[in-house]
């Protein structure tokens, strides 16, 4: 299974899926910012983006949760009475 990725589409399903693989440290990587994007040609918008990605990893694959909208710090904090060691990390564009 060198080099997958699973994506997985619940919190619910990433945990179970962690306790199967006995993982206990995951990363959640937030977004929560205004972005520009281009809606046609000359005409910019910003929105704002938030999401929130679950990482971890296990024998060379990559388990992925991405919850949009989420409060990251509950999230976190949820994850953490799970059990988890959780590392919090920014991919905001700066």
Known sequence: ???NEILLDSTDDFIDRMRE???TAVAAAVID????????????S???RKSTELIAYRD?????CR??????DALCRRLEAEGFD???TSR???
Not at 60 to 64: C, E, M, P, S
Not at 67 to 72: E, N, R, S
């Open 1 to 3: 299974m060198e080099g």
């Open 60 to 64: 060379a694959v990559i388990y992925k």
């Open 21 to 23: 693989l006995d993982v």
């Open 33 to 44: 910012e205004k972005r520009v994007r281009e809606e046609e040609p000359g005409k910019l």
């Open 86 to 88: 959780v590392k919090k």
């Open 92 to 94: 905001n564009i700066v």
């Open 67 to 72: 919850i949009d909208d989420a409060d990251a």
């Open 46 to 48: 910003v929105y704002h």
